[in-house]
């Protein structure tokens, strides 16, 4: 693809700064500072889903029937460049990204006239119920169990590691419907509503102190019928689907910012007058980091293609998927040595939107470490990037 800009992308560029200046508030440009994972704290994030909304650049890949902007590849690429560039609060992918993709394709016509205006407005906010306790990249195996009683369905088990479901009010979610066959078979697609009775919420503190992950029980919740998506005993295919979208995704440009953000650091005077950007070696680290995210630019281009015409982005998101979330994780290691020792002395509590953090150093010092805590889970989650290589190995190499 041919990244020189012409007139009309410029004109854009400048459109889009003009934007950001004028409704990126300070609030949720701090907000935006001190993400430290894929989701902004959900007060934050809907704000700016709001404006995004009310300008109707909320969702730049859907199609331009369910409310999608009609942007060019390079208009998509300016887009995200330049949020990432101005450090917007991380909209929630869940319903974005994820649900009204699958909807879309696999929806009842009563369901995409409910569900997707309400995603596009930010109405609903969506959680997945996808990982178990033993049944995380292995999702095949999961065990949560629904039973159909007429028009509905009785849920019980439990998922684990879902993300901002004590900020949800719907979930979707993989129940087993039936054991008798391979494990892929007999998983159905449900869309639940979070004040459904016997549904549980209960908080897991992360290392990186923060209050996004879960555990959700269900003890005999009743979904109706109608909330399938997709056949019942076929939500495996369903699943895979999503997934695609979940690992698709921009991270060129907002690995580029990063980059730029450890070079500040190195930039910094130690206290004997050196600077970490003069090592040598380190130097070369941050230069290879450089050069493999613009290779990774390339393949994020393909799957924006891809998904502007309609089509399903397959084995494409599980390159970007790994190697996106593989140079995060090398970004962020050259930050915290960048930081170095003050990555120590701060105490930073597990917060809910508007708390603060406590910290003692440089103002540069304050997310790089929980940043580095939470990124460990980037390779894990989406599908390890070992399942990833087995897919790539499977229908990019015929292997």
Request: charged share 25%; with cysteine; aromatic share 10%.
């Amino acid at each position: 693809m041919e990244l020189a800009m012409a007139a009309e992308d410029a004109a854009f560029r400048d459109e889009v700064r003009a934007f950001l200046d004028t409704h990126l508030t300070d609030e949720l440009r701090e907000a935006g500072r001190l993400t430290t994972s894929v989701f902004t704290d959900r007060d934050y994030n809907l704000k700016w889903h709001k404006i995004l909304y009310e300008k109707g650049w909320v969702a730049p890949n859907w199609p331009e029937e369910y409310g999608g902007t009609g942007w060019s590849e390079m208009q998509k690429y300016i887009w995200s460049s330049e949020c990432a560039r101005a450090q917007t609060p991380n909209l929630s992918p869940m319903g974005l990204r994820m649900c009204g993709p699958v909807i879309m394709k696999y929806g009842t016509q009563e369901q995409k006239d409910f569900y997707l205006p309400r995603i596009l407005a930010g109405e609903d906010y969506w959680c997945q119920g996808y990982s178990e306790p033993g049944s995380g990249s292995d999702l095949a195996s999961l065990q949560c169990k629904a039973v159909r009683e007429g028009d509905e369905y009785v849920i019980n088990g439990t998922k684990i590691w879902t993300t901002h479901a004590h900020f949800a009010n719907r979930m979707f979610c993989l129940v087993r419907t039936d054991a008798s066959g391979k494990p892929q078979q007999g998983i159905t697609f449900l869309l639940i509503d979070m004040d459904t009775p016997g549904l549980k919420v209960e908080p897991i503190l992360t290392m990186a102190g923060d209050h996004e992950v879960n555990q959700v029980f269900f003890d005999d919740v009743r979904v109706p019928v109608k909330n399938r998506v997709g056949e019942e005993n076929d939500g495996w295919t369903v699943a895979k689907y999503l997934l695609e979208f979940e690992r698709g995704g921009a991270y060129a440009a907002g690995l580029e910012v990063n980059i730029q953000q450890v070079e500040h650091i190195a930039n910094q005077e130690a206290a004997d007058g050196g600077k970490l950007i003069d090592d040598p070696a380190f130097k070369a680290k941050l230069d290879d980091a450089a050069i493999r995210v613009k290779a990774l630019e390339m393949t994020e281009h393909r799957i924006m293609s891809a998904m502007s015409a309609g089509q399903n982005p397959g084995p494409a998101s599980s390159m970007l998927k790994t190697g996106g979330t593989e140079l995060k994780q090398l970004i962020d290691t050259l930050a915290v040595e960048a930081v170095g020792y003050y990555m120590a002395p701060f105490e930073r509590e597990a917060r809910e939107p508007g708390s603060n953090i406590a910290l003692v150093g440089p103002d540069y010092a304050l997310t790089p470490m929980a940043t580095y805590l939470n990124n460990r889970a980037s390779s894990i989650y989406g599908g390890s990037n070992e399942v990833q290589r087995n897919i790539m190995a499977k229908l990019v190499l015929g292997l």
